[in-house]
């Protein structure tokens, strides 16, 4: 047994005579993420609420999309185009919030979307309807922690 799990043990026992729990092994569940763990790696995605996401929009046969937003897209808030019910548009948008927890990838988005809470067009709703589409086809996606002996943080964008 190595001395990290060692000192993982003996922490674990101590806190047993302490504090009334129970060890229940290795998590792989927890507030709506799903986590993996390897020897080196853990890695935490959320491809249970991804579909929950895709039901409750009434969104899972719609098709994928390769990005979470046009490039080309350029959103304002009187932009001539039909405000939509601002609860669910909020309700959308929400969702996505808590999905970018492990989704760095659609952050930016769901961020500029979220500056037209409370007046949301058609063209805001097609858009953030868009980052669901681009989720079905990722809903794999998550973010990856692995050990390493020197602390270095990478991240990866494809986006501008």
């Known amino acids: 047994m190595g001395n990290d799990a060692r000192l993982l043990k003996e922490f674990k026992q101590e806190m047993m005579k302490v504090f009334e729990m129970t060890d229940l092994g290795l998590m792989s569940f927890s507030l709506g ?3 993996k763990q390897a020897e080196h790696e853990v890695f935490i995605y959320q491809k249970k609420y991804s579909k929950e996401i895709l039901k409750k929009f009434k969104l899972e046969e719609c098709k994928e999309v390769s990005t979470p937003m046009s490039q080309k897209e350029k959103l304002c808030k009187e932009d001539g185009a039909d405000k939509v019910d601002k609860g669910y548009f909020r309700s959308l948008i929400g969702c996505l919030m808590y999905l970018t ?5 659609i952050l930016n988005a769901v961020s500029i979307l979220s500056r037209f809470m409370h007046c949301a067009s058609e063209l805001q709703l097609r858009a953030a309807k868009r980052v669901v589409h681009y989720i079905k086809g990722t809903s794999n996606f998550g973010v990856k922690f692995t050990r390493n002996k020197e602390f270095k943080l990478v991240g990866f ?3 501008d």
């Not at 927890?101 to 990838?105: E, H, L, V």
């Open 157 to 159: 964008s494809d986006s």
């Open 33 to 35: 993420m799903e986590i």
């Open 101 to 105: 927890a492990t989704r760095p990838d």
